[in-house]
């Protein structure tokens, strides 16, 4: 089964997903890694944005955040695009995404959504 989804409707999935899920990432040995420039930019753009707002900004021009690997070999550490968003998001399992299209999602449902966009499948967790 092929899902296609907007480039709108991907982004405001993975938007969600960070909002709710983005905390998980501690959890595996992660931690949030981009550039501080390209953070202040984003910020700069918007009016009282929260972390996740600022995030999607970074992705929006043209930049790239993701993950550092710090309790490993660096194997995990990954960076995103929006392009990334745009493509993989059709690839979250049609379960956790009908979850997220039908607004009942939990924070298993952001976790699942945001592997997915960073490694291509789940796995943490």
Do not use: W
Not at 7 to 15: A, D, L, N, R
Not at 60 to 79: H, L, M, V
């Amino acid at each position: 089964m092929t899902i296609n989804l907007t480039t709108q409707e991907s982004e405001e999935y993975f938007y969600n997903a960070l909002c709710n899920g983005l905390s998980y990432v501690s959890g595996y040995g992660l931690r949030m890694d981009y550039k501080d420039k390209h953070y202040v930019q984003a910020k700069s753009k918007l009016t009282s944005p929260c972390f996740e707002d600022v995030l999607m900004q970074i992705l929006r021009d043209g930049n790239t955040f993701g993950f550092e690997d710090i309790e490993g070999d660096g194997a995990y550490s990954k960076q995103i695009t929006l392009e990334d968003v745009h493509t993989k998001m059709s690839k979250v399992n049609l379960e956790r995404l009908m979850e997220m299209v039908n607004e009942n999602d939990d924070a298993e449902t952001a976790d699942v959504i945001i592997q997915t966009i960073f490694y291509d499948e789940v796995i943490f967790g």
